[in-house]
């Protein structure tokens, strides 16, 4: 189970902040990336990614993701 947790981990430190959005949006209710540990680890790292952009480019990610 740890593997998958680090993979999972590796995965969400890998992409950017309109991928993280994307996924937090369109996951299914119960999405276990979003749950325990992990779920913590995923809000942390996507609220850091949102601060190291502008408020432009935040809006425009949204905006492309709909």
């Known amino acids: ?3 998958m947790i680090e993979t999972l981990k590796a995965w ?3 992409v950017t902040y309109e991928e993280l959005l994307r ?3 369109f996951a299914p209710s ?3 990336m979003f749950q ?5 680890y995923y809000k942390d790292k ?3 990614r ?3 952009i ?3 480019e935040q809006v425009r990610a949204s905006k492309n993701i709909g």
């Not at 325990?36 to 913590?40: H, M, N, T, V, W």
């Open 1 to 3: 189970m740890s593997d």
């Open 12 to 14: 969400i430190d890998s």
């Open 23 to 25: 996924k937090w949006r």
């Open 30 to 32: 119960g999405d276990p």
């Open 36 to 40: 325990g540990k992990l779920g913590k």
């Open 46 to 48: 996507m609220a850091q």
């Open 50 to 52: 949102r601060d190291e």
């Open 54 to 56: 502008p408020h432009e």
